[in-house]
């Protein structure tokens, strides 16, 4: 691992710090609050490549679970794995794995309209997937009741992906980082 490598993984680990400074909404029918902080993994993701993004991913999390205050609402700590974000959480280096690996497999025929889909597989449906199931297992409610839970999400998950597709294709023309 280079100089520069180190400097991405820990800007990334800071955007996704920075996303967590942007207010969070809670539902009161929802232990889950919508917040930005999903937009980490589908940049990182789509920036930095499977492997430094997986590596910004536990930063963050190795920063949050020491206590630093760095989640959406100054929150840190390992309660925050340990209740109904912890799923959504713990997902992040696997969903940013899985963007940067589409990524990097099918860099060349990149488009706009790819990056979205890439960026909604990875960053939704596995980051969902994974969060859900520890939704359902920690309140020991069916997974059907835990996705009805989590629909009320997913508009704004489309417009973060959208965001992520546009910011990435704009950086790939600008300073590409995942090469060959």
Known sequence: MTTKDTVYIAL?????????????????????????QSLGPMLAGSILGAKRATLASFLFIAIVLIGFPIMSGGRG?????????GGF?????????SI?????????RLSIIWAFIYILLG???ILYVIGLLWISLLFDIPL???FLGAIIFIPGDIIKAAIAATTV?????????IKE
Request: proline share 10%; hydrophobic share 55%; glycine share 10%.
């Open 169 to 177: 294709m704009v950086i790939k023309r600008s300073y590409p980082i």
């Open 100 to 108: 940067g690996f589409l990524f990097e497999k099918n860099r060349h």
């Open 12 to 36: 990334f680990a800071a955007i996704y710090a920075v996303l967590g400074a942007l207010p969070m909404v809670v539902l009161p029918f929802n232990p889950v609050p919508i917040t930005a």
């Open 89 to 97: 959480i713990l997902g992040f280096p696997i969903s940013a794995y």
């Open 77 to 85: 700590g390992i309660g925050l794995i340990l209740g109904p974000t």
């Open 123 to 125: 960053g939704v449906v």
């Open 144 to 146: 059907n009741k835990a």
